[in-house]
């Protein structure tokens, strides 16, 4: 009987061990890639050099110098790019370092921490502010993310007048909540009653500390069975908005534009006073169209442009 070689059975054992610890950590290695492809991420983005200064402040921060906003820049582009070629879904809000030193005064956090700026971060993108990164060059982005936290505040403005207005003192109905289901109804009436093609809706409502502004995308097809096409969550804010108009009974404005293929464009026109809705005429609507908002001017017709009046969309409440 030949001789038994263990060490060749021992170095063979240790080899089949090492190749199985190998394998087992590239196994693992790759399901926490994997698994991190489905962990979304939120970047902050400083909106101007001044809020990227503020920043500068803090040792922890990666930049020092106040000068260096368009590298900054360069290397949250590069940041946001890495994440779109892992697959990894990347929201981008708007970091503000006032709002970042309240928080940390209200949490009793030390602001000069890379952990605390992550969960400022990560709670931005839960207020709903924030946009989903689609591969913008990070100059565009910086608009559109001033646009949305607009937007955001504007809602959140809006919401907090509609509880403040209180019940009726006659019926001990809840004001703002009969105000928002009017504009709904309001808003599906002239999305219903429009030509068919693609609408745009401006609501302005003067308030007293600022100037309460939505806007609505909407695209309608003429069927009666289909719903209007709307853009995000535009609906909600429009609604919103026009509420507040209605429940604070003051004054405002709603123009609807549609546009469709082989037509003029066609622009109608609403006020609101006291609690209601009120169709313009049509040479009312050609008059405001018509006239320099800041100094009262006339301005000439826009070409291709049908002004035409107003139609019923709002019953009135209650309350109105």
């Known amino acids: 009987m030949p001789p038994t070689n ?3 059975t021992n170095g063979n054992s240790s ?13 693992s290695t790759s399901r926490r890639r994997t698994l991190r ?49 892992q697959a990894i879904h990347t929201t981008v809000a708007l970091f503000d370092p006032e709002e970042y030193a309240d928080y940390c005064a209200d949490h009793g956090l030390d602001p000069d921490t890379a952990e605390t700026r992550t969960r400022f971060t ?20 910086v608009p559109l993310l001033v646009d949305e936290a607009v937007r955001q505040a504007t809602w959140e403005y809006a919401t907090t007048l509609l509880t403040q207005v209180g019940s009726c003192a006659d019926c001990g109905e809840d004001i703002g909540q009969a105000s928002f289901e009017r504009a709904a109804a309001a808003l599906r009436r002239l999305l219903a009653d429009a030509e068919p093609g693609h609408h745009h809706l401006v609501c302005s409502v003067p308030t007293e500390t600022e100037q309460l502004v939505a806007v609505l995308h909407a695209q309608t097809s003429g069927d009666p069975e289909a719903l209007p096409q709307v853009e995000g969550r535009q609906s909600l804010d429009f609604v919103t908005v026009l509420a ?18 082989g037509c003029r464009d066609r622009v109608h026109g609403w006020r609101l006073d006291r609690g209601r809705l009120t169709a313009l005429s049509a040479a009312a609507v050609f008059n405001a169209y018509c006239t320099d908002a800041d100094t009262g001017d006339p301005v000439a017709p826009e070409p291709g442009v049908e002004y035409c009046p107003g139609y019923e969309v709002d019953d009135p ?3 109105g």
């Open 6 to 8: 263990h060490a060749g």
């Open 15 to 27: 080899t089949r061990t090492s190749r199985t610890s190998r394998t087992s950590r590239t196994n």
């Open 37 to 85: 492809r489905e962990v979304p991420s939120t970047v902050g983005l400083l909106a101007d050099a001044e809020d990227f200064a503020a920043m500068c402040g803090y040792r922890s921060f990666a930049f020092d110098q106040p000068t260096d906003y368009p590298d900054y820049l360069h290397h949250v582009d590069g940041l946001l790019r890495s994440l779109a070629a």
């Open 122 to 141: 990560a709670e931005l993108a839960g207020a709903g502010a924030g946009l989903p990164y689609a591969g913008q060059p990070v100059d565009e982005l």
């Open 244 to 261: 507040a108009g209605l429940a604070l009974g003051g004054p405002g404005g709603l123009v609807l534009r549609s546009t469709a293929e």
């Open 317 to 319: 409440g209650p309350h």
